[in-house]
């Protein structure tokens, strides 16, 4: 089981540009999660799939952010236009129906974004 | 959810026990206590999660006090690699939100 993959792991680009997170969950699982992590503000859920349908987007900062899930095997977080406030460790995570106690989330490896 | 507090930092000798406490004083019926650590650099990793009573898996043991407001993780035999940040946290089944605090930085000493 290759867990689940995020690409690029490093991403570094100039404020006004558009950037896009790749995001390949662990197969079989039905529900994905996109998280910024900062030093100052720890880690925090931006966006919730569930059967590829956004159940809660409450966490997407502004317009400037959206995420899509056009099947089971992928998504993609966008940022358009950057800036350097974006800068931080995006991490997808995947898991099986919520509904179940102890079910546990998968995290990937992340990708490191800085907005110069 | 109820929310969590835990120490800012820990050490421990390599080899030893590591018990990271946490507190949840306002946990309700339902509601799991679950841990995952972050090595540096990683995504955050599922160690444990319980209810009631205590839980044991290959990775820890999960200490609950009866009153549910506070519990203990404990790495029984701590390695280098087990440095990392600790972060209990508390949900409720059926919910998708996990509320990551601060959590415990664990540096295991060689």
């Known amino acids: 089981d290759a867990g689940v993959i995020q690409s690029p792991r490093h991403e570094v680009t100039e404020m006004g540009q558009e950037v896009t997170l790749r995001c390949k969950p662990i197969?079989?699982?039905?529900?994905l999660f996109w998280y910024r992590q900062t030093m100052m503000r720890g880690l925090e859920l931006l966006i919730y799939?569930?059967?590829?349908?956004?159940?809660?987007d409450s966490g997407m900062p502004e317009d400037r952010f959206s995420a899509k899930m056009p099947n089971a095997s992928f998504s993609t977080l966008k940022i358009q236009p950057s800036e350097p406030r974006d800068s931080a460790v995006y991490f997808c995570?995947?898991?099986?129906?919520?509904?179940?106690?102890?079910?546990?989330?998968?995290f990937g490896p992340g990708t490191r974004l800085t907005v110069l | 959810d109820a929310k969590t507090t835990q120490p800012t930092s820990m050490d421990c000798a390599e080899g030893r026990a590591a018990n990271l406490p946490c507190n949840h004083s306002?946990?309700?019926?339902?509601?799991?206590v679950y841990w995952y650590r972050q090595i540096h650099s990683q995504g955050p990793q599922y160690i444990i999660h319980?209810?009631?009573n205590n839980e044991t898996n290959e990775m820890a043991s999960l200490i609950i006090t009866e009153d549910r407001k506070s519990s203990t993780l404990i790495l029984p035999h701590a390695t280098l690699r087990d440095t990392a940040v600790y972060y209990c946290i508390v949900r409720s089944p059926g919910t998708y939100k996990y509320i990551f605090g601060t959590g415990t930085r664990l540096k295991v000493l060689a």
């Open positions: 319980g209810l009631k």
């Open positions: 197969s079989g699982h039905n529900s």
């Open positions: 799939f569930n059967n590829n349908v956004p159940i809660d």
């Open positions: 995570a995947s898991s099986l129906a919520l509904v179940l106690a102890g079910v546990e989330q998968f």
């Open positions: 306002t946990i309700s019926g339902n509601e799991y």
